[in-house]
């Protein structure tokens, strides 16, 4: 941190290692890769072809058990077991799970968008449970996320249809 002399702030200057960056790429680091298709671009164009490049060339095994990963955390951390979890934990077990059957039906990088990754994936079934799970969601009070035994024996069973 730097002083800045006005009102005695200070400001915080980051990096950007351009090589470190491309070996993150050439691994299929999934953060890396999700940066690089985010639609987000603060300056310049988005279209490069290193995006073109990573899309064809990832590692589909890599990919997959990154995803499976965040999806089996999630589950055992905040959903298994527990008497009360939150649908934002749900939702990120949804997205682990859906984006690692995605890399391993598909052989492609997953979308960003939950939204698209699910309506590519093309399961009706699983479309409507999502939308269950958003209604319900959605359809309560802020910052009163709770869900309790029933509801979250009826989501595991989700889970578990999902899973084959």
Same mark, same amino acid.
């Given at each position: 941190?730097?002083?800045?002399?006005?009102?005695?702030?200070?400001?915080?200057?980051?990096?950007?290692?351009?090589?470190?960056?491309?070996?993150?790429?050439?691994?299929?680091?999934?953060?890396?890769? =999700?940066?690089?298709?985010?639609?987000?671009?603060?300056?310049?164009?988005?279209?490069?072809?290193?995006?073109?490049?990573?899309?064809?060339?990832?590692?589909?095994?890599?990919?997959?058990?990154?995803?499976?990963?965040?999806?089996?955390?999630?589950?055992?951390?905040?959903?298994?077991?527990?008497?009360?979890?939150?649908?934002?934990?749900?939702?990120?077990?949804?997205?682990?799970?859906?984006?690692?059957?995605?890399?391993?039906?598909?052989?492609?990088?997953?979308?960003?968008?939950?939204?698209?990754?699910?309506?590519?994936?093309?399961?009706?079934?699983?479309?409507?449970?999502?939308?269950?799970?958003?209604?319900?969601?959605?359809?309560?009070?802020?910052?009163?996320?709770?869900?309790?035994?029933?509801?979250?024996?009826?989501?595991?069973?989700?889970?578990? =249809?999902?899973?084959?």
């Amino acid at each position: 941190m730097v002083p800045c002399e006005v009102h005695g702030s200070t400001f915080d200057l980051s990096g950007f290692d351009i090589f470190k960056y491309l070996h993150l790429i050439k691994s299929s680091n999934p953060t890396a890769i =999700e940066w690089l298709n985010s639609h987000i671009c603060y300056y310049g164009n988005n279209d490069l072809p290193l995006k073109k490049y990573v899309n064809e060339n990832f590692s589909q095994l890599r990919l997959f058990f990154h995803y499976w990963g965040v999806f089996s955390k999630m589950r055992n951390r905040y959903v298994l077991g527990k008497e009360q979890t939150t649908y934002k934990k749900y939702l990120y077990c949804f997205r682990g799970l859906l984006n690692a059957k995605f890399v391993y039906h598909f052989n492609e990088v997953p979308p960003l968008s939950f939204k698209n990754t699910v309506d590519k994936m093309n399961d009706k079934n699983m479309q409507i449970n999502l939308q269950n799970v958003c209604q319900a969601a959605f359809g309560i009070q802020p910052f009163v996320y709770a869900v309790n035994r029933n509801d979250s024996v009826t989501l595991q069973k989700t889970y578990m =249809e999902l899973l084959q």
